[in-house]
């Protein structure tokens, strides 16, 4: 049995372990995407005042978030790698060589990040577009209050997965 075979059983035992990691990374960047899309909209932006109480509040609680989905992550990442260890301990014992360990670990932490990122990002466009129809269904519809797609809120999005990323390989 060749090392690659061990290491396919191990990563298909731990598939719950994998998932987690996914999930967890998906929700938090397609949160933070969706909400700086509605934050840094047009929209928002001009009915906001300028240094106003609201714009700053709206701010707080859009770092709050980030903080809140950024520790949420590198908590899922810590469950995953801590059971990563584990299989990497049993690998070693078979007598797999610490290099050939350290770069399957960084293929599986980068597939996965990048996957679960990307999607994210992808799901966090519809993500904003359903919170901003709930908010015009359920607290005002007007005119002026008409969905605008912010572009800026994928780079925030993408720059929040490329945190997320850095700190998974950490």
């Not at 998932?19 to 932006?45: D, E, K, N, R």
């Not at 707080?60 to 299989?87: D, N, Q």
């Not at 994210?120 to 359903?130: E, K, M, Q």
């Not at 607290?139 to 700190?167: K, N, S, W």
């Amino acid at each position: 049995m060749t090392l690659n075979k061990i290491y396919g059983k191990l990563r298909s035992y731990n598939r719950k372990n994998y998932f987690l990691l996914t999930f967890c990374i998906l929700l938090s960047v397609s949160l933070i995407t969706s909400y700086a899309m509605i934050y840094f909209s047009p929209t928002v932006q001009n009915f906001l005042p300028q240094g106003g109480d609201s714009r700053k509040m709206g701010t707080m609680i859009f770092a709050a978030a980030i903080l809140g989905c950024g520790i949420f992550t590198v908590y899922a990442s810590s469950l995953f790698l801590k059971y990563k260890s584990r299989e990497m301990g049993i690998l070693m014992a078979i007598g797999a060589q610490k290099r050939q360990l350290r770069s399957v670990l960084f293929v599986d932490i980068g597939l996965v990040t990048a996957s679960s990122s990307l999607i994210g990002l992808v799901l966090g466009i519809p993500v904003s577009r359903g919170v901003w129809g709930l908010f015009q269904l359920l607290i005002v519809d007007t005119r002026e209050m008409h969905y605008q797609f912010a572009p800026i809120g994928l780079g925030v999005g993408a720059g929040f997965a490329a945190a997320v990323t850095v700190c998974c390989f950490i």
